[in-house]
């Protein structure tokens, strides 16, 4: 049986500001408004439903996205660009940082919400230690 990741729903304050911002950020567009969930889809079919919600119901999420290298090249320059602060780790304490794990490229930054985005070249596992 093969079983897939076909969407999660992402809780945002204004979903068009925060599925925008991820979509600007690692180069994919928005899609259409389906029910009250604006998703933003990757290159595996997966999407990110973002759904409005009142702020004390938001619950800091984690997200990685394995993209190749030339990716990171254009997503970091794209962080960068937009001056967000971004992370070797996913607990911040190295800031301004990338990390080198299993042999590639990673980092971590924040969207709107509070949520820790994260990309990555090497899935975890796949090499050398960092």
């Given at each position: 049986m ?7 729903i ?8 925060s599925a ?11 899609g ?11 290159a595996?079919g997966?999407?990110l ?5 009142d702020?004390e ?9 394995l ?6 090249d254009?997503?970091f320059?794209?962080?960068t ?33 509070g949520h820790s985005?994260?990309?990555l ?7 050398e230690p960092?």
């Amino acid at each position: 049986m093969s079983v897939d990741l076909n969407h999660t729903i992402v809780a945002a304050r204004d979903k068009k500001v925060s599925a925008r911002f991820l979509a600007d950020i690692l180069g994919l567009e928005v899609g259409s408004q389906y029910g009250p969930f604006l998703p933003v889809e990757t290159a595996n079919g997966v999407s990110l439903d973002y759904m409005d919600t009142d702020e004390e119901h938001i619950r800091p999420q984690h997200y990685a996205f394995l993209v190749s290298e030339d990716e990171f090249d254009a997503i970091f320059a794209r962080i960068t660009a937009a001056g967000l602060t971004h992370w070797a780790d996913p607990s911040h304490h190295r800031p301004g940082e990338i990390n080198r794990n299993d042999g590639g490229r990673g980092t971590y930054f924040d969207d709107p919400d509070g949520h820790s985005m994260e990309i990555l070249t090497r899935p975890y596992g796949s090499g050398e230690p960092d």
